[in-house]
């Protein structure tokens, strides 16, 4: 009866072996659980992004407030959104020219963008509406 057994050699080798094709592997798992928060945090965003809008329309239509009322006064730079300290909240008010893009005091027209960044900025949701003032 022969007895059959691995070597010192064919264990170390099998060693080798394993961590080499370990290495590439474990190298995509970090990448893909990277990736995986930036859906999340864009999905995050553009609440965010979508409720700021939310507030300004909703002040256009406030008894006492009215389209006058939407100024960047009324909604300043948030550094660190409440309960969302990665995220950053703008807001950009222009009044726009019929073709919505010239700049035109007093048309009657306010392109509002909201923007939420995160990630130092490196990464962002923007979001437009116009309000026309009738």
Do not use: C, H, N
Request: charged share 25%; hydrophobic share 50%.
């Amino acid at each position: 009866m022969t007895r059959r057994a691995l070597t010192m050699i064919e264990v170390a080798l099998g060693t080798v072996l394993l961590a080499a094709g370990l290495v590439p592997l474990l190298s995509a798992f970090r990448e893909v659980a990277t990736r995986a928060v930036d859906p999340l945090m864009a999905t995050q965003a553009s609440f965010l992004a979508v409720e700021r809008m939310e507030e300004i329309v909703a002040t256009r239509y406030r008894a006492g407030a009215g389209y006058a009322a939407i100024t960047v006064d009324e909604f300043p730079e948030e550094k660190a959104v409440m309960d969302y300290d990665a995220f950053e909240r703008t807001v950009a008010i222009d009044e726009v020219a019929d073709d919505l893009v010239t700049p035109q005091p007093g048309s009657g027209l306010k392109r509002v963008t909201v923007t939420v960044s995160w990630d130092g900025s490196a990464r962002r949701v923007t979001l437009e509406r116009i309000i026309a003032e009738f």
